[in-house]
């Protein structure tokens, strides 16, 4: 879990009418009311200070309270389904993730994101890390994958759980370097990573946000990050890309979505005030903390990228018969 940052976990404040004058883009009759944000995870995580970061911005950008309820369960995927049976009308959205693509790969969604969802843009994105014992026999990803086509070879990758972006990274590792590996998923983060530094699994693509402090303090050894470019916290870690495997991006990338049907202008205005959110010098900061960087991109955009991704998954769920019992 990523640690708290000293922000707010409570609902956020009103704001007063005098930041009004902020939005003048506004649309006359939005938001009249406070807006209920949904978040599919526990307080405290990456999703939840996110979902509160952007919920007081647009508060201030916007002059009435977006509050975030925490509606946990089914990796996401509870407050989602509750957001396609909210009424249309812009005052209930949420801070989903890329989880809503994969999980349907995956079989898991109760619902049909591409017809019951409108997205709103994008929000911010954060890659994983590939981490090993600091006493390992590897010292590149070159070796690990050398290993991997030996005869006889039983390489294991620990995870916090079937199809999360930490497991499914592992699984595109297998698909893009044609070896394999064995899945051993965990209770949790911390039994997972616990079980690295034990020697009881030869390694794990983990999130920066636990596996950074670990890394710095000599428990943990990096290999590779899994997004497009290196990390500032990690400058000297190269990314999987650069290393061979042309365009592996995993990682947890966050979307604001709303139930389909929410009026255009509704969706303008909300597209607008994220847009100018993520270009505050205070946004790539905070982002920048939970070791992500703000990404730019509307309803389109957003859309496009949720598919590609679902097109991604499918493609791994095909080569690897991956199901959600395993």
């Not at 994983?128 to 070796?143: C, H």
Request: aromatic share 8%.
């Amino acid at each position: 879990m990523i640690k708290r940052l000293g922000l707010a976990t409570a609902s956020v404040a009103f704001v007063c009418a005098g930041l009004l004058g902020k939005v003048a883009f506004a649309a006359d009759s939005y938001p009249e009311r406070a807006v209920t944000v949904y978040v599919g995870f526990a307080p405290g995580g990456a999703t939840d200070l996110l979902a509160r970061y952007y919920a007081d911005q647009l508060s201030q950008e916007l002059g009435k309270a977006f509050v975030v309820e925490n509606r946990a369960g089914a990796g996401g995927n509870l407050a989602i389904q509750l957001l396609t049976h909210a009424e249309p009308d812009g005052y209930t959205i949420a801070m989903g993730a890329n989880y809503i693509a994969s999980n349907a790969a995956l079989g898991r969604n109760q619902y049909d994101w591409e017809s019951e969802l409108d997205p709103i843009a994008l929000i911010a994105a954060t890659p994983n890390i590939l981490v090993l014992p600091p006493d390992t026999k590897f010292d590149s990803v070159e070796e690990i994958i050398q290993a991997g086509k030996e005869e006889d070879s039983f390489l294991t990758f620990g995870s916090a759980g079937v199809g999360s972006s930490i497991h499914l990274s592992g699984e595109l590792f297998k698909v893009m370097t044609g070896i394999d590996m064995t899945h051993v998923p965990y209770k949790g983060v911390t039994p997972a990573e616990l079980a690295l530094m034990g020697g009881e699994v030869d390694m794990m693509f983990g999130s920066p946000s636990n596996e950074v402090p670990l890394v710095e303090s000599g428990k943990l050894k990096a290999l590779a990050i899994t997004g497009l470019e290196r990390m500032a916290a990690l400058p000297d870690v190269p990314t999987l890309d650069e290393l061979g495997l042309t365009g592996f991006n995993v990682g947890a990338s966050y979307v604001l979505v709303a139930p389909a049907g929410v009026p255009q202008d509704v969706i303008d205005t909300l597209e607008r005030a994220v847009e100018n959110i993520n270009s505050q010098d205070k946004t790539i900061e905070f982002t920048n903390r939970l070791y992500a960087s703000p990404l730019r991109g509307g309803p389109n955009k957003a859309r496009d990228f949720l598919k590609q991704e679902n097109e991604k998954w499918v493609n791994v769920v095909k080569e690897t018969g991956l199901t959600i019992d395993e």
